[in-house]
């Protein structure tokens, strides 16, 4: 799924006029992005609606140009799908109880182990209850994830019956602040399976049941949602496997059907290899535009536009200098710190200048007081700096020469990168004309 809206985007990103043609364009790219990655489409449809008509009716907010904003649209809509802000669990009823629901091999009794320690991390300490008493090895499985993690379990191997399981366990750990209890996946008839979940659900009542569902299946993910989602009242998912062969399309079609939020995704095989789910980390990454809603929204709070866009473009063009840098240094204190500013850059994600990151701000600091003793001349050509200069500038600001040195390093440094970054032509197409 990343890879076509990652170009789709990076395409919205170079055209310099929006009108209702390129908007009608980008959306059917986006369209066909989602539905090649799986995505029901109905739900395409219904999307892009949303994504074309504001983008064709909403004037953008002041300060910010129609091509961001028909981005921003994009990345909202998308974000609004899978359920908006990231949620977690609100463990605020004790007991709290959970169910896990899902089919045989989604992955449910290794995310309880995730989960159990993801807990743990936050200081609850669950309790598990096993009731499936389908799969041969079930509790034992179970028995050796818990034990390592000393959280206690009810089973019994030798007892058949899932809801005499259900009922004895909450007795057992009715006094603990969460139970969580797992099922089983497989009937010999899905209606089984199903009508045992309603029964299981009827007996513990849970706080919140959690479906769990196996991110390599893609759209079925839809049908699996719904026919839980009958029997009882799904009111959260997590997405397992998203590590292999990440089919982000699944899962948004699984969210849409239920109206239940993804709370957490699961991206490999070990107890640690569990996240809470962030809808805008999540749609960010799959647009490729890094952090690009709070880029914008960084950007207008704090840029003066026309300074940002004159230094931007000297950085890349290998025409940088001090004045340059100082600028740059202006921008990173409104915005943070420069790695977070960089990664925020469509297209340039990691390849973030180290120099830059590894800078604090009492260096910045203390390099702006340097600056402050150079002429302007020194400040716009800063090959004219040498020994007796570099001295009279120590002098000036009361620092050692070798500080001086090392601003000057430091700027060759990102001399160098900047050029670097612009010879590669990531920036030839004008999307860093807001920055
Ligand atoms: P259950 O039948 O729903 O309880 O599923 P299990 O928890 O037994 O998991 C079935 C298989 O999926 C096991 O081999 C797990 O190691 C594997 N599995 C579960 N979650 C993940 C995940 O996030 N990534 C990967 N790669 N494998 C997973
Ligand atoms: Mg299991």
């Not at 709070?301 to 000297?314: P, Q």
Request: glycine share 8%; proline share 3%; with cysteine.
């Amino acid at each position: 799924l990343g890879e076509n809206l990652t170009k789709t985007m990076k395409k919205l990103v170079g055209m310099s006029v929006i009108d209702k043609k390129t908007i009608k364009e980008v959306v059917k790219e986006i369209q066909r992005a989602l539905i090649q990655s799986d995505v029901n489409i109905a739900l395409v449809l219904d999307l892009s609606k949303k994504i074309e008509s504001r983008a064709l009716e909403e004037e953008p907010p002041k300060g910010i140009t129609p091509r961001e904003y028909v981005i921003t649209i994009i990345y909202e809509e998308m974000v609004n799908l899978l359920g908006g802000d990231a949620a977690g669990l609100d463990i605020d009823v004790k007991p709290y109880k959970i169910l896990f629901l899902g089919l045989q091999g989604s992955g449910k009794t290794t995310t309880i182990g995730k989960l159990c320690r993801y807990l743990q991390k936050k200081g609850f300490n669950p309790a598990v209850v096993c009731t499936d008493t389908w799969r041969p090895a079930a509790y034992e499985q179970l028995r050796q994830l818990t034990e390592e993690m000393q959280v206690p379990l009810y089973g019994d191997p030798d007892n058949k019956d899932a809801l005499d399981l259900a009922q004895k366990g909450l007795k057992e750990f009715k006094n603990r602040k969460v139970i969580i209890f797992d099922t089983a996946g497989r009937h010999k008839q899905e209606e089984d399976l199903i009508a045992e979940m309603d029964t299981l659900d009827d007996i513990i009542q849970p706080t919140e049941s959690i479906l769990v569902i196996d991110g390599t299946i893609g759209q079925q993910a839809g049908e699996q949602a719904k026919a839980f989602s009958q029997a009882t009242d799904v009111g959260s998912i997590i997405i397992t496997k998203l590590d292999g062969s990440a089919k982000g399309g699944g899962a948004m079609s699984a969210v849409a059907e239920t109206g239940a939020p993804i709370k957490f995704v699961g991206t490999g095989e070990r107890i640690d290899d569990f996240e809470l789910f962030d809808p805008e980390r999540f749609i960010s990454r799959l647009l490729g535009m890094g952090d690009i809603q709070s880029l914008i929204e960084k950007a207008e709070d704090n840029i003066d536009e026309d300074m940002a866009e004159k230094t931007m473009k000297n950085m890349m063009s290998g025409k940088f200098t001090l004045v340059d840098m100082k600028n740059q240094f202006e921008m990173m204190n409104s915005m943070g710190p420069m790695q977070q500013v960089l990664s925020m850059i469509p297209g340039l994600g990691n390849k973030v200048s180290k120099e830059a990151s590894k800078m604090t701000e009492d260096k910045i600091e203390g390099y702006k007081i340097i600056m402050s003793s150079m002429t302007q001349k020194e400040m716009e050509n800063p090959k004219l700096i040498k020994q007796s200069r570099i001295k009279r500038i120590a002098m000036g600001s009361g620092v050692e020469e070798a500080e001086v040195r090392d601003l000057l390093k430091y700027y060759n440094n990102t001399k160098k990168t900047m050029k670097g970054i612009g010879k590669r032509g990531r920036f030839g197409n004008g999307s860093m004309n807001r920055m």
